[in-house]
């Protein structure tokens, strides 16, 4: 007499053994990676949004910036690629998770065997390609069209690896939790944007640091955006250019506590907040 054991793809190993989170997770990152990029309209608003206003925003604004040794054009480079790394990461999934638990997709993924860690590495997996994609392309356009020079120090690489690394993860663990807050799916867009909105405005996004009142730029220091900001103007733009900071530095010690203590605290309110159904539904 012989036995049979299951070993299809994704299910159990040929121990009879469920995928651990990890795997799973894996798997769930390709199906969101999919789902993504089935949806063209989606997908082009995505990666043109902040393309369309860099390209708004450098053409009206375009002279040199004095005493900086840059023009106002690539000032707006690393900034829209900070508003890039937080719209595909915040945005993206405190809009789609609210949606998601909304239409009860979260209820039944809940009741399934899949451990719950492996929804958020998914998740991860999704807003780290994104991330990814669309600060390539924004540095694409930075060089070729507004010349911004790449760095020739791996040193400055290497901030740019930790700088994204941290405030992708930071700016997704806040999109998790902010996600709880919309009372439907419907209300989501207009309950997530218009903080990130107003951030834009604060972070030195669309105005130039040295132009925005210090009690602004005070609030947008407690949130991470202005410090990716910051720090990608550290990686991409002249030193030179450091003397229209509100510290005149960049602060990379500075950058990386904040982000850094982002990624914590985003974690705690996911941990606190997180919920699996609608509040309607108990």
């Given at each position: 007499m012989t036995t049979t054991t299951d070993v299809r793809p994704g299910t159990r190993d040929a121990a009879g053994r469920l995928p651990g989170a990890w795997g799973l997770g894996l798997r769930r990152g390709g199906l969101e990676?999919?789902?993504?990029?089935?949806?063209?309209?989606?997908?082009?608003?995505?990666?043109?949004?902040p393309v369309v206003f860099l390209f708004l925003f450098a053409s009206?604004?375009?002279?040199?910036?004095k005493g900086a040794g840059v023009t106002a054009s690539q000032l707006y480079v690393p900034a829209m690629m900070a508003a890039g790394i937080m719209s595909t990461s915040f945005?993206?999934?405190?809009?789609?998770?609210?949606?998601?638990?909304?239409?009860?997709?979260?209820?039944?993924?809940?009741?399934?065997?899949?451990p719950p860690a492996a929804y958020f590495f998914g998740k991860i997996w999704l807003v780290l390609v994104t991330g990814a994609l669309e600060t390539?392309?924004?540095?694409?356009?930075?060089?070729?069209?507004?010349?911004?020079?790449?760095?020739?120090d791996p040193g400055k690489w290497a901030d740019f690896g930790w700088i994204f690394v941290l405030g992708l993860t930071a700016c997704a663990l806040?999109?998790?939790?902010?996600?709880?807050?919309?009372?439907?799916?419907?209300?989501?867009?207009?309950?997530?944007?218009?903080?990130?909105?107003?951030?834009?405005?604060?972070?030195?996004?669309?105005?130039?640091?040295?132009t925005i009142p210090d009690w602004m730029l005070n609030?947008?220091?407690?949130?991470?955006?202005k410090w990716m900001c910051q720090g990608l103007r550290g990686v991409f733009l002249p030193d030179s250019a450091k003397v229209l900071e509100q510290a005149g530095d960049w602060e990379f010690g500075r950058i990386a506590l904040v982000l850094g203590a982002w990624c914590v605290g985003g974690l705690l309110l996911c941990l606190l907040t997180f919920r699996w159904k609608n509040r309607r539904d108990g």
């Amino acid at each position: 007499m012989t036995t049979t054991t299951d070993v299809r793809p994704g299910t159990r190993d040929a121990a009879g053994r469920l995928p651990g989170a990890w795997g799973l997770g894996l798997r769930r990152g390709g199906l969101e990676l999919r789902q993504f990029f089935r949806q063209r309209d989606q997908v082009v608003f995505t990666f043109a949004f902040p393309v369309v206003f860099l390209f708004l925003f450098a053409s009206i604004f375009s002279n040199d910036v004095k005493g900086a040794g840059v023009t106002a054009s690539q000032l707006y480079v690393p900034a829209m690629m900070a508003a890039g790394i937080m719209s595909t990461s915040f945005q993206s999934l405190g809009i789609s998770i609210a949606i998601e638990r909304d239409e009860k997709v979260l209820r039944r993924l809940r009741g399934t065997p899949m451990p719950p860690a492996a929804y958020f590495f998914g998740k991860i997996w999704l807003v780290l390609v994104t991330g990814a994609l669309e600060t390539a392309v924004l540095l694409t356009v930075g060089t070729t069209l507004y010349g911004v020079d790449l760095p020739s120090d791996p040193g400055k690489w290497a901030d740019f690896g930790w700088i994204f690394v941290l405030g992708l993860t930071a700016c997704a663990l806040l999109g998790i939790a902010i996600s709880s807050v919309p009372k439907s799916g419907k209300s989501a867009t207009s309950v997530v944007v218009l903080p990130f909105l107003v951030l834009q405005f604060v972070s030195g996004v669309y105005i130039a640091v040295d132009t925005i009142p210090d009690w602004m730029l005070n609030i947008g220091a407690l949130f991470p955006l202005k410090w990716m900001c910051q720090g990608l103007r550290g990686v991409f733009l002249p030193d030179s250019a450091k003397v229209l900071e509100q510290a005149g530095d960049w602060e990379f010690g500075r950058i990386a506590l904040v982000l850094g203590a982002w990624c914590v605290g985003g974690l705690l309110l996911c941990l606190l907040t997180f919920r699996w159904k609608n509040r309607r539904d108990g």
